[in-house]
Structure formats: C-alpha cells, structure tokens
C-alpha cells in the first residue's frame, strides 16, 4: 500500500508520488557493472541530456548521424564529452596485378643496359685530356 496515510491509503491526484532520476537509478547501481549493449541518443544535445555517474565514462551512439561521444563524469561530478565521427570504410575489389610497370620504377632491360654502361666506365681509366696531360708532364 503505497501513498500518503492521511488520505486512507489512497494517494493525492494532486501530489503525485517522486518518480526516481537517471541519476539516482545510476548511483544505486555499482560503478564496476559492465555495460551491455549499446545506448543510442538522438543527437548532440540527447548526449549533453544524458546523465553519468561519477567517476564513470560511457560510450553514446549517435541514432541519426554517424557519431559516438564519449560522456565523461570525473569525481567531483564534472562533465566533459569527446565526440568521434566514424566513416564506414568501403572494401576495394582485388585488382588483378598489371603487367607494365610503374612509371617511377625501370624495367630490368633499363636497369642491365645501364649496369652495362657503369661497368665499361669503370673498367677503362678515364682518359686524360691533352691540357690536363700537358700540366702534369
């Protein structure tokens, strides 16, 4: 039997009976509890409305844009939220590996004609010009 004892058992229309806060649902839970499930907002401001106990940090899922925020209360019962907007990452098909080359890089034939052209300009001695041998004779 619930309600006021001076109206015989029955409760006042006019006073009605204290409806418990998010707050105080959340202070008799324990703060160690792990959360199941997602808890979906609608929007910034459902996210600003939503209360945290203190001490406790809760992921909030945007319903109408791709958001989360992060709702933060720290000990003193400060809040701070952090928001994150996500973009779904499309998968690229496999492309199938080409067979030219990229422009940057040279192909073999390249790399051997000039490994060829090194090695002939190492083996001989550079041959001094006739000013430069006249200087030293």
């Not at 945290?52 to 709702?71: F, M, R």
């Amino acid at each position: 039997m619930g309600g006021y004892p001076y109206f015989g058992g029955y409760q006042n229309p006019y006073y009605p009976a204290p409806m418990p806060d998010n707050l105080a649902q959340l202070r008799q839970q324990p703060s160690q509890q792990a959360q199941t499930g997602m808890i979906w907002v609608q929007g910034e401001a459902g996210a600003k409305s939503y209360m945290v106990a203190p001490g406790n940090t809760v992921p909030l899922w945007d319903s109408e844009n791709s958001t989360i925020y992060l709702k933060s209360c720290d000990s003193s019962g400060m809040p701070s939220m952090r928001i994150i907007d996500y973009t779904e990452r499309a998968q690229k098909p496999a492309s199938a590996p080409s067979t030219a080359p990229a422009p940057e890089y040279v192909t073999r034939q390249e790399f051997d004609a000039l490994a060829a052209k090194f090695e002939a300009m190492a083996a001989k001695p550079a041959k001094k010009s006739t000013k430069e041998a006249e200087q030293d004779g």
